[in-house]
């Protein structure tokens, strides 16, 4: 039985009750997972939803039943990705409706807004006012509140450059205490040289490979794409590695892994590396960067990582800016002279990443 059917479930006392925003509490007879108890558990699945102010935690016209009514609406459940749900939904839960779920939401004002994101960190706030918005949408749509209070309401993140792109000497060194055959290793190459999401390499197994292409579908943005990984030492890693049956990458237990677990898991891995600094993410940018090194446009980078052209400019900011000049120089020579009086400097690259540049 997967996580997935068990998510309304909790334990009380011995007793098993199916708990969901909006709906009813319902004691769950038998056994987990016996048939008096999936019966009952999915009556429950299927029981109509509490109408807004019905909920134990609510009154009428309240912060508290908005919220619930809202995570009931097909534009919270339709309009946005599981993941997405997940997050707006504890933003919303935790900073809104937990500490001020009894107070009247027509009421609302935009400075009580300003003063809670005012107490947050830059990054917190910004993730709770892009639950905000749409959960405000939604009330005007429905004559709740007058005006949505979030309007205007601005969030100055610091600078920064984002997660950090690894250079080829911290590569080198989580695979030489990460050795090929190791789990730690297949990680650090599926994310360097398939330069995706934590959320899409946790999902790649053996049926996605098809004649040294890796078929991908973009957890976040539903993109399919075709990866040559025949070019890159991809393959032979995998080769030397164990793997589980529906993931590469699984757990001691053999599972598959949950996105924060892996997350937590890789960063073990680069602090006993000597690493602390790094992270998977930066694996995607390194991949990027060394692309824009070979000297690939924005387009054959943005085809590979399934980025936008934005983003791949953004991420291979960490270029090589003396390599990707001399290599300029090159062109430049070879144009005026029909001869190349300077070499592109490639040093420093793998070799299937320099077959991928004679491509």
């Not at 309304?8 to 925003?21: D, I, L, N, P, T």
């Not at 038998?30 to 019905?54: C, D, H, K, W």
């Not at 950090?164 to 789990?183: R, V, Y």
């Not at 936008?308 to 290599?327: F, I, P």
Request: hydrophobic fraction near 35%; glycine fraction near 8%; charged fraction near 25%.
């Amino acid at each position: 039985m997967t996580r997935l059917h068990l998510k309304f479930v909790q334990s009380f006392g011995g007793y098993h009750y199916f708990r969901r925003a909006g709906y009813p509490r319902i004691r769950l007879p038998g056994v987990v997972g016996s048939t008096e108890f999936m019966e009952a558990y999915q009556a429950a699945l299927n029981a109509t939803a509490l109408p807004i102010g019905r909920d134990k935690r609510s009154k009428p016209g309240s912060v508290s039943a908005a919220i619930a009514a809202y995570f009931q609406s097909a534009a919270f459940t339709r309009g946005f990705r599981a993941s997405t749900q997940a997050k707006h939904r504890a933003s919303l839960e935790r900073v809104l409706r937990v500490p001020y779920g009894d107070k009247p939401l027509a009421s609302l004002p935009r400075k009580f807004i300003v003063a809670l994101t005012d107490k947050m960190p830059p990054h917190s706030a910004r993730n709770f006012l892009k639950a905000m918005r749409p959960f405000m949408t939604y009330c005007v749509d429905h004559e709740w509140i007058a005006a949505d209070p979030t309007l205007g309401v601005r969030i100055k993140l610091p600078k920064s450059d984002g997660h950090h792109t690894w250079s080829e000497e911290e590569i080198l060194q989580f695979e030489t205490f990460h050795p090929i055959g190791s789990k730690a290793r297949l990680a650090l190459a599926l994310g360097l040289y398939t330069m995706q999401r934590r959320g899409d390499v946790i999902r790649m197994g053996r049926q996605h490979l098809r004649d040294g292409w890796l078929h991908v579908k973009q957890e976040k943005t539903g993109k399919p794409l075709e990866l040559p990984i025949y070019l890159t030492e991809l393959p032979m890693v995998l080769e030397a590695t164990a793997t589980g049956d529906l993931t590469f990458l699984v757990t001691k237990s053999g599972k598959s892994y949950g996105a924060n677990d892996f997350s937590e898991q890789f960063r073990a891995w680069c602090d006993s590396a000597g690493l602390p600094h790094c992270s998977f993410h930066g694996l995607r940018k390194s991949g990027c960067c060394r692309l824009a090194n070979l000297g690939c446009g924005a387009p054959e980078i943005a085809a590979w990582s399934g980025q936008s052209l934005r983003e791949v400019e953004r991420y291979t900011k960490a270029a090589d800016q003396a390599r990707l000049a001399r290599n300029a120089l090159a062109r430049a020579h070879v144009n005026k002279s029909g001869s190349e009086t300077v070499k592109p400097d490639s040093s420093g690259l793998s070799n299937p990443l320099k077959a991928l540049g004679k491509k």
